[in-house]
Nanobody
Framework: QVQLVESGGGLVQAGGSLRLSCAAS????????MGWFRQAPGKEREFVAA????????YYADSVKGRFAISRDNAKNTVYLQMNSLTPEDTAVYYC???????????????????????WGQGTQVTVSS
């Protein structure tokens, strides 16, 4: 089991920034690919960003590319999502998720697919006002 706890959400004005954190416990953090997903009211959960177990590869949704940055600190068992230039369309509950890494290189399709993530946090609300 991997337990994931997100923090850092809140209310911010359009154009502002937030940094989300996700603290993991329970298993060897560096054995897991970490992802961020979000779900806005009335919409399906969507992929935001992912990072490989080593941190050497990152993946982003087109809607956040160039504005968001995912990173991880394996010594602290934590993954981060730096969100800049926020817009009201970024308003959602943001979820941290973990999937076991493998020897094969993670494909973009795998990184983006919510079904491949075994463990999920409870979510943190991000609200961007116009």
């Amino acid at each position: 089991q991997v337990q994931l706890v997100e923090s850092g959400g809140g209310l911010v004005q359009a154009g502002g920034s937030l940094r989300l954190s996700c603290a993991a416990s329970g298993r060897t953090f560096s054995n897991y690919v970490m992802g961020w997903f979000r779900q806005a009211p009335g919409k399906e959960r969507e992929f935001v960003a992912a990072i490989s177990a080593s941190g050497g590869s990152t993946y982003y949704a087109d809607s956040v590319k160039g504005r968001f940055a995912i990173s991880r600190d394996n010594a602290k068992n934590t993954v981060y999502l730096q969100m800049n230039s926020l817009t009201p369309e970024d308003t959602a509950v943001y979820y941290c998720a973990a999937r076991p890494s493998s020897l094969a290189r993670l494909t973009t399709t795998q990184a983006r697919g919510a079904a491949g993530y075994y463990y999920w946090g409870q979510g943190t609300q991000v609200t961007v006002s116009s």
